[in-house]
């Protein structure tokens, strides 16, 4: 079983950064890939960014390229997404997501993961 935690939201200005937080534990937590989630009020959960679980194989949904980037710290079981530049569009809730796997793969469906975080809150006023 693998166990997810999101920390690092909260209430920010346009313009302004933000670095969420995923906290990964279980056996497996060095062979998993992941990847982040976001969704708003009223609007379907989006892709935002996937990383393997090596580390070197990334993707990012167009609309936050050059502005996210998502990364992990195998040691400290940790990954990342440092958000910049942020816009009100960004407010949503972010969950993090892991899929076990030996393949250094990205993974972005929603679908494919097999496990969730609960989510942490982004707001971005203007």
């Known amino acids: 079983q693998v166990q997810l935690v999101e920390s690092g939201g909260g209430l920010v200005q346009a313009g302004g950064s933000l670095r969420l937080s995923c906290a990964v534990s279980?056996?497996?937590?060095?062979?998993?890939?992941m990847g982040w989630f976001r969704q708003a009020p009223g609007k379907e959960r989006e892709f935002v960014a996937a990383i393997s679980w090596s580390g070197d194989r990334i993707y990012y949904v167009d609309s936050v390229k050059g502005r996210f980037t998502i990364s992990r710290d195998n040691a400290k079981n940790t990954v990342y997404l440092q958000m910049n530049s942020l816009k009100p569009g960004d407010t949503a809730v972010y969950y993090c997501a892991a899929k076990r796997t030996f393949q250094r793969i990205v993974v972005i469906t929603e679908k494919d993961y097999d496990y969730w975080g609960q989510g942490t809150q982004v707001t971005v006023s203007s």
């Open positions: 279980g056996r497996t937590s060095s062979s998993v890939a």
